[in-house]
DNA sequence: GTCTATAGCGAGATAGAC
DNA sequence: GTCTATCTCGCTATAGAC
């Protein structure tokens, strides 16, 4: 029981997007990959951009509920950590892990994208609320260093002989460190 | 007294290639900005390729040095220390920072690209400096992180009312830190 | 060293048959 | 829902005059 052509567009956009660069890769590719012609697409998709929307949906909406959250707590030190915490959760949707890691490479190619624009400005707001204004320059550079941590460690351990599970708890305990004054 | 027209044209692909993307930027980009035609860009580089091949050049040398060095030395904590902050030092050309900052922003897109791939290469071959094989994984994701901390750490002040001298040692601080057991 | 003109290509996108 | 065929566009790169 195989997923519908437009989920597997997705998947085959997002990792070849991601190996080659957004622009290098070509619909023509994207259709060969999925044993179709690059018209097809079309029946799917309405534009190139319309494909980087869809992908970018799964992430933001989860982020966008974060910032809520974090917004009607306390700017507390417990808030911010549980917030890396729950940041942390999110990640461990190897999709979502998979969609930061296409955005975070194609940062200018998706510049002037919409979606990917919101999704980089939510991404600020929310490493703003781990920050206090008043805190030493290195305090801040520290702190601003933990959501992304998550995002880098798990990446450069995928390929050691070890569980999710064990990556993930590493990834939180150096972001948790980052986070302490 | 101004630069020669071969310099002129690294500095504005430079900023167009970071702001807007390699392949985002075209060559009659580059040519209106520097107020002539692209059909000029010709004489003074051989192909876009190579206006890309000369900025790598600007970081590969310095790299490969640093990459000499600490291979000479024994593998020590101290060592270690010394090459975060050599490598630190280079940072404060800001222009090994702004093609640092270039290549960050276009990993896919450079992908293919020798000078570029080679550069990742030396990175990595630095990266594993820091590291011991044996040490847990949230200690080698956390030395893992001190070098484009330093990177990331600069590019995220630049727009304080700090000195680079401030910016700098708030980079290494935390750098440093993360390089502590 | 810079120009005009253009070759040559591959991209995104669309029309309309099946 | 997928196909073939085609349009249009902008890009890299080159030729050759000045």
Redesign the pocket.
């Known amino acids: 029981m195989r997923e ?2 437009r989920s597997r567009i997705q998947e085959i956009a997002l990792k070849l997007f991601t190996e080659q660069g957004y ?1 290098a ?5 994207i ?1 060969e990959e999925l ?6 697409l ?3 998709f ?4 319309d494909i980087v929307a869809s992908l970018a949906d799964m992430r933001v909406a989860d982020v966008e509920e974060l910032l809520t959250w974090v917004r009607s707590q306390p700017k507390t030190p417990e808030t911010r950590k549980e917030l890396v915490l729950r940041y942390a959760a999110k990640l461990t949707n190897p999709r979502y892990l998979e969609v930061a890691r296409f955005m975070e490479r194609n940062q200018t190619a998706m510049r002037d994208h919409p979606k990917i624009h919101r999704m980089r400005e939510v991404m600020l707001e929310l490493t703003d609320e781990l920050n206090d204004p008043g805190d030493p320059l290195a305090v801040r550079i520290s702190r601003s260093m933990a959501l992304f941590t998550l995002h880098a460690g798990k990446w450069m351990s995928q390929d050691e002989k070890l569980t999710d599970e064990e990556i993930n708890e590493a990834a939180i305990e150096v972001a948790l460190r980052l986070m302490e004054p």
Do not use: F, I, M, P
């Open positions: 519908d052509t622009e890769t070509s619909l023509r590719e259709a044993g179709v012609t690059k018209a097809a079309y029946y799917h309405k534009t190139k951009e």
